[in-house]
């Protein structure tokens, strides 16, 4: 369905108008009037019946009534309706060809925006930085670029590096200042109670060769003894013959004891291997280096640990940034492939841009066509440019909202302070039309 013009509108009780009744049959006009006259109740009457918050009632009225019919070339008639007590709730009533919606503010919504078909309130937007993102996000959304999920995942996934890179920095200050560990350093701890079971070990080797030297001693010592006892035993044959019998029985037994204790040398089991002196030297050894030995041991793994975080944390800041770039590189290839009001436009997250320059670094002329296109754009549905306050803009400026206006098969309502009626346009004094296109109207 085409765009819609504006062909006449009623107004009743709108802050000082009584009753007003306008006919603009879809034309550019300029509402001129007096301070208090009148002339900023027609636009608040008109953003009233689109839906507007707040009742814009006379004061001392009881009720507040606003009528707009709207006509396109194809002569369909969309009618608004919207009224209320002074008290009640305000009241839509909405008719298309004669045919009243059941819902009426749900099927405006198809043919005004937040602004209120205004390229001056779209233009004020440019004074401060929230204003200008907040153009950016009107011209997104004429464009149809949504980027809410986008955004949201680029935050998390730039949230999550953030807190990667920051571990990332910590580890890596952490391995920096750790000591290096000796080159021949193992890997794995000196175990000391190992080392003291085998030198336990080797001191019980240790007092078995001493025992049994000590063994051998006492036998070689008897031996000795019982050769003493034979030669005093032969020296006592010697010295005495009558002895001579019992002398030989004892050498006899003498030499028995001899050959039994020979025997028991025999017997007498071999000595154990005596353990090398150097193996205890280097068990004392290892058991008075092993502290200093497990220190690097922990050291090297502690490094060793260090380092593989590092890596891994590196990694992921990696895949985030390249999960960022390509969130970056998705978003800025919508918002160059997309279709905007006006060649040349565009938008980052700062705010509107127009051939590469910022919409405020633009002289106002070009900022209000500009503007007034955005505005064409945001309301498809109606034909209808409101600019309430124009006393701020000259005649170029004025030529420049017309002219764009017109590309976009729009007519324009301007808002102008101007004491006296001039040869073109409406003309209002205390609340009523008295001029229109130089016409005086009559009272009736």
Request: charged share 30%; glycine share 6%; proline share 3%.
């Amino acid at each position: 369905m085409a765009g819609f013009y504006l062909d006449e509108l009623k107004l009743e009780n709108v802050m000082n108008l009584r009753l007003v009744q306008i006919v603009l049959n879809g034309q550019s006009k300029t509402i001129t009037g007096d301070n208090g006259a009148g002339k900023s109740a027609v636009f608040k009457g008109i953003r009233f019946a689109l839906g507007a918050n707040g009742k814009p009632i006379r004061e001392g009225a009881d009720h507040i009534a606003v009528e707009l019919t709207f006509r396109d070339k194809s002569k369909h008639v969309l009618e608004i309706k919207r009224k209320a007590t002074a008290t009640g709730t305000p009241m839509f009533g909405v008719k298309l060809d004669g045919d009243t919606k059941t819902s009426p503010a749900a099927f405006l919504k198809q043919f005004k925006s937040e602004l209120m078909t205004d390229p001056l309130g779209f233009d004020r937007l440019c004074d401060t930085a929230e204003g200008n993102r907040k153009q950016a996000e009107i011209l997104r959304g004429i464009a149809g670029l949504d980027f809410t999920a986008m955004d949201a995942e680029r935050t998390r996934i730039f949230t999550a590096r953030t807190r990667t890179n920051t571990l990332l920095d910590s580890t890596r200050a952490n391995l920096a200042e750790m000591a290096e560990a000796p080159n021949d350093t193992p890997d794995e701890e000196v175990k000391v109670t190992e080392i003291v079971e085998k030198l336990k070990a080797f001191e019980a080797q240790e007092r078995a060769v001493s025992a049994h030297q000590e063994s051998l001693r006492r036998v070689n010592d008897k031996v000795a003894l019982k050769c003493v006892y034979q030669e005093e035993a032969n020296e006592a044959i010697k010295e005495a013959e009558r002895a001579m019998a019992r002398a030989l029985r004892a050498g006899e037994a003498a030499k028995a004891e001899v050959v039994k204790a020979q025997e028991e040398i025999t017997r007498h089991p071999e000595a154990p291997a005596t353990p090398d002196k150097q193996v205890r030297v280097d068990l004392e050894k290892q058991i008075s280096q092993a502290d200093q030995v497990n220190a690097a041991v922990r050291l090297k793994r502690q490094r060793a640990s260090a380092s593989s975080e590092v890596q891994k944390l590196d990694a992921e800041s990696k895949t985030a940034t390249t999960a960022i770039q390509a969130c970056d590189k998705k978003k800025a290839d919508a918002i160059r492939n997309a279709k905007y009001p006006v060649p040349g436009l565009s938008v980052d997250e700062v705010g509107v841009l127009f051939d590469g320059r910022r919409y405020q670094d633009w002289n106002r002329a070009q900022r209000l066509k500009i503007a007034t296109a955005i505005t064409c754009a945001q309301n498809p549905g109606l034909n209808l440019v409101l600019v309430d306050d124009a006393d701020g803009i000259g005649p170029e400026v004025e030529a420049a909202i017309l002219e764009t206006a017109a590309k976009h098969e729009k007519h324009v309502l301007f808002g102008r302070y101007q004491r006296e009626a001039g040869p073109t346009g409406i003309h209002i004094e205390l609340g009523e039309v008295v001029v229109v296109d130089g016409r005086p109207i009559q009272k009736q």
